[in-house]
């Protein structure tokens, strides 16, 4: 079946624009998490939603990053006035299950990634 | 906040030989899961641990889940070159169950 597809797969912007990041999850998969990498670095926690309920941004760098997924499917990250620290790639990840405290949890599923190069 | 560390950060061996990764958390983890990114690639869900002391084992990797919940370990027999990548262990503490907090990765070269 189909993944986890994420577009554009390369962003180029100029400081100061707005860029919007899209993810479409594996259909019925209810969590779905935002992930940025730095070159050679693991992925960091953005933000985490539970259907369309976004339960935790703490991982958002600062309020020009703003995350949505209205009707609990596609969910679109958005950056405003971009600077050249934002430059990663951006991970969407989708999971079956709702993630809980204590025991276990299903898996992510990532996407391909979107690269944004801020210029 | 949480912090999960992994050592070596990269480690180069010859086909054949053993490889491990260690993973520290700085609090107690209430599963751990692993994953392999491919050069270019994005992770790939490998495994996960949810009891202490835990051990599972996939063909020629073995994974292990520390008696506290704040370590974990993968161990690859005998590499090959398919094994290449970065290795990340992710765990979420039990305070806060959505937050999956990857490790900082160990990368494996594996040359003929």
């Known amino acids: 079946g189909a993944g986890v597809s994420q577009s554009p797969r390369y962003k180029v912007a100029k400081r100061g624009q707005d860029v919007a990041l899209r993810c479409d999850p594996i259909?019925?998969?209810?969590?779905l998490f935002w992930y940025q990498q730095a070159l050679g670095q693991g992925p960091e926690f953005l933000t985490y939603?539970?259907?369309?309920?976004?339960?935790?941004k703490s991982g958002l760098p600062s309020d020009r990053f703003f995350a949505e997924r209205p009707e609990g499917s596609v969910s679109t990250l958005k950056i405003q006035r971009t600077q050249q620290e934002d430059s990663a790639v951006y991970l969407c990840?989708?999971?079956?299950?709702?993630?809980?405290?204590?025991?276990?949890?299903?898996?992510?599923?990532f996407g391909n990634g979107t690269r944004l190069t801020v210029t | 906040g949480q912090q999960v560390m992994q050592i070596p950060q990269y480690q180069h061996v010859q086909e054949g030989e053993d490889f491990t990764t260690y993973c520290n958390s700085s609090?107690?983890?209430?599963?751990i899961q692993w994953y392999k990114q491919r050069p270019g690639g994005h992770p790939v869900f490998l495994i996960q641990?949810?009891?202490?002391?835990e051990v599972k084992k996939q063909k020629r990797l073995t994974f292990q889940f520390g008696e506290a919940k704040k370590n974990s370990s993968l161990h690859i027999t005998a590499t090959q070159t398919t094994d290449v990548g970065t290795y990340f262990c992710?765990?979420?503490?039990?305070?806060?169950?959505?937050?999956?907090?990857f490790g900082t990765g160990t990368r494996l070269q594996v040359t003929l």
């Open positions: 990840a989708s999971s079956l299950a709702l993630y809980l405290q204590g025991g276990g949890n299903s898996p992510l599923h």
């Open positions: 259909s019925g998969h209810v969590s």
């Open positions: 939603f539970q259907n369309e309920a976004q339960l935790d």
């Open positions: 609090t107690t983890l209430s599963n």
């Open positions: 641990l949810v009891k202490s002391g």
């Open positions: 992710a765990g979420t503490n039990t305070g806060t169950a959505s937050k999956l907090t």
